[in-house]
Structure formats: structure tokens, C-alpha cells
């Protein structure tokens, strides 16, 4: 049985993403997360403001998961406060699509409180 290549893999999930416009539906998914969890739940976002976060794209992943019994696609944002000088993310932003392009997930998290000033 031939097997097929990590590049024909890479190559077919790439193009998925790209007909999908994963990418853009994940930025505009991150934003909207964040704007509802200003109003619903301020406290969610840790001292930090909608403004300051910026959302930066990491990966995309092909997940095959047998508990759920199906394969989908998650894209996934670092979330990053410009001049902050924390050296890394803030949090993080994944889209869960099915191979059609059905959204049917995402989760926002913050990692990373506001450091209190002294």
C-alpha cells in the first residue's frame, strides 16, 4: 500500500484552507470572540483591552479525532500585545471547521494576565 507523502499532505490542507478562506474567517471570528467577551464577561480578557490585542496567524492543522468520529481542520491565532515585551502570546484563538467548511467551534483562551504596574 503506497502511503502519500507529508508534501502532498501539507500541499492538500494548504489548498483546503485557501478555498475555504480559513485565514480570514478565523481573524474575523478572534474578533468578534473578543468584542462579545468585552460586553458579556470584562473580566475574561485579564486587564487587557480589545484594542491592544492583536491576533497573529500560527497554523492550521488537519485533526482526526475518534472520540469525536470526525476530521476537521483547526486554524489557530497567537493572540500578542504590541510593546508589552512579554515575549511570547497572550492567549490563543482556534477555529474548529469540518472538511466542508462548516464552522463548529472556537475557543478564545488568555494565558496571560495584565502585569499590575508597581
Not at 42 to 56: A, K
Not at 81 to 106: E, H, Q, S
Request: net charge negative; hydrophobic share 35%.
Amino acid at each position: 500500500m503506497s502511503h502519500p507523502s507529508t508534501n502532498s499532505i501539507v500541499a492538500t490542507l494548504s489548498a483546503l484552507a485557501a478555498a475555504q478562506n480559513l485565514r480570514a474567517s478565523a481573524f474575523k471570528g478572534c474578533r468578534t470572540h473578543l468584542t462579545s467577551l468585552t460586553e458579556d464577561e470584562p473580566d475574561y480578557l485579564q486587564g487587557w483591552s480589545v484594542e491592544e490585542i492583536e491576533p497573529h496567524f500560527r497554523s492550521y492543522s488537519l485533526v482526526l479525532d475518534e472520540l469525536l468520529g470526525w476530521t476537521y481542520v483547526e486554524t489557530q491565532l497567537d493572540l500578542h500585545v504590541p510593546g508589552a515585551d512579554l515575549g511570547c502570546p497572550i492567549g490563543t484563538y482556534r477555529l474548529i471547521t469540518r472538511l466542508d467548511g462548516t464552522v463548529t467551534d472556537d475557543f478564545l483562551t488568555i494565558d496571560m494576565p495584565r502585569p499590575i504596574d508597581t
